[in-house]
Every structure is written in C-alpha cells, then in structure tokens.
C-alpha cells in the first residue's frame, strides 16, 4: 500500500482526453499523492478509463466516485473533502483535470501547508503579475476583474479569489460547516476562500501559471460567473451578520 498523507480531487465530466494523462503524471511526482476522481456521470467514458486504471496499476493510491449527471463543481468537492477527511488524510487538494493546473505545482502547494505551517495554499494566477496562457483576452479580464471586484466589495485581501488550484489543511475543512456553503459553481471558490480568511485561517498564494485546456471543451460559463458576481454580496452581508466556527 503507497501511503500518502495527501489526496488531490480532480472534478470530471467528459475528460477522456486528459484524465489518464493528468492521473499519471501527478502519480510521477517524487512525493506520494493519492487521487480522488469525482465523476458527473460523464457519457464519454471518463470513469472507465479510471475504473481500469484503478484495476491495473493504481488500485492502492487511485479512488473514484461516480454521480448521476452533472451537479456543479462546488458539490464534487465537498463530496470529496468529506470523503476525504472521512479516509484520514491531513492534506486535501484541489485540481483540474485539463493541465490548466501544473502538476508539478502540488509540492510547491503542500510545503506552503506541511513546512511553512499555512492552512490554505492557492495557486494563484495573479500574486506576482498575470500569470495566464492562452486565454483569450477576454477571459483573462472577466476572470481578473472578478478577483478585483471581490477584494473591493468584501475587503478580502487574496488576489486570485476564484483560483481552483489548492491545498487544505485537514483542520480548515473540518472546521468550515461544509453543508451550509451555497454555491455551486465558481462561487464555491470564493465562498471557501471567504469563509476560511474569516474563521481565521492562515493564507498564503503561492504564484503558478495557469494554461487553458490542451483537450477538451472548457466548462465556464455566464451562468457560472453570474453565481460568483452576485454571491460575492451576499459573502459581504454574511462578513458582518454570520457567526462563524471557532478555530479548535
């Protein structure tokens, strides 16, 4: 059995392209991470490819589950920290499957929690500049106005607030009442952020560069944005009316 104090999720949904890929190259990295695969019921076989890979080489360090049809980006991940926590690993990431998430960033990301002692790392497009390649220029500003914006109505001092690209401290899941985080899409990422900045959680960015999808088709769009556009007031009223958790 390949021990790992580390799990990295990767949300799917028709991802053939990319998931045994993205699979073997976090597996390649010299520290030992386990993989949890949250799939939305992908009809073009995206669990298959993980099913078999689970049946031939990585039984021990790979983990799927598998959902009825798509149920948001902000669900996936909460049903994976809970598995996650429930299975008892101290480190829990998040990551995409399409390499717009370097693997090779997730050790970077671990020493920021393991050794230099923060609860939540992010890997953060905009900490030293714009780190983005290949993103039209569109998304570039849509995405970085978004984190502008959030800084500005909520005071939160992160630059990339919608950054999907992060490392948790056991403690920090186990703390944020995970059942009462609402949003569903990009949201989610502010939301968390949001709530571990208020509990009292140490933050670091740690800068990445962040590359849009090789393969596949991107999952954004306006809907999405919307959700986070119009959350991040409701995340405002919230900073000054909710009750937060204690840090144990």
């Known amino acids: ?26 597996f390649s990295l010299e520290k030992c991470f386990h993989i949890l695969v949250i799939d939305d019921g992908s009809p073009d076989g995206t669990a298959g490819i993980v099913h078999r890979l689970i049946d031939g080489e990585f039984g021990d360090r790979l983990f799927i ?43 970077r990301l671990y020493a920021a929690c393991h050794d230099e002692g923060y609860d939540v790392a992010i890997g953060s497009r905009y900490v030293s500049g714009v780190n983005v390649v290949n993103w039209p220029i569109g998304r570039v500003l849509m995405s970085y106005f978004a984190s502008q914006y959030v800084r500005l109505v909520t005071g939160f001092k992160v630059h990339d607030t919608t950054a999907g690209f992060k490392c948790y401290r056991r403690k920090v899941l186990e703390t944020i009442e995970l059942d009462k985080i609402r949003f569903k899409g990009y949201g989610f990422q502010i939301e968390m952020k949001y709530t571990a900045y208020k509990i009292g959680f140490k933050i670091k960015e740690v800068p990445v560069i962040f590359v849009n999808r090789r393969e596949g088709v991107s999952k954004m769009s306006g809907g999405i944005f919307g959700e986070a556009f119009f959350g991040v007031m409701r995340l405002r009223w919230d900073g000054w009316t909710r009750k937060y958790p204690k840090i144990n």
């Open 1 to 26: 059995m390949n021990k790992s104090d580390s799990i990295v999720i990767i949300p799917t949904y028709n991802e053939k392209e990319n998931i045994e890929k993205i699979i073997r190259a976090v």
């Open 65 to 107: 589950i598998e959902r009825s049809g798509k149920q948001g980006l902000g669900t996936a991940y909460i049903t994976g920290f809970k598995w996650s926590l429930a299975h008892g690993y101290d480190y829990v990431f998040e990551m995409d499957a399409d390499f717009s998430h370097d693997p090779n960033d997730l050790p």
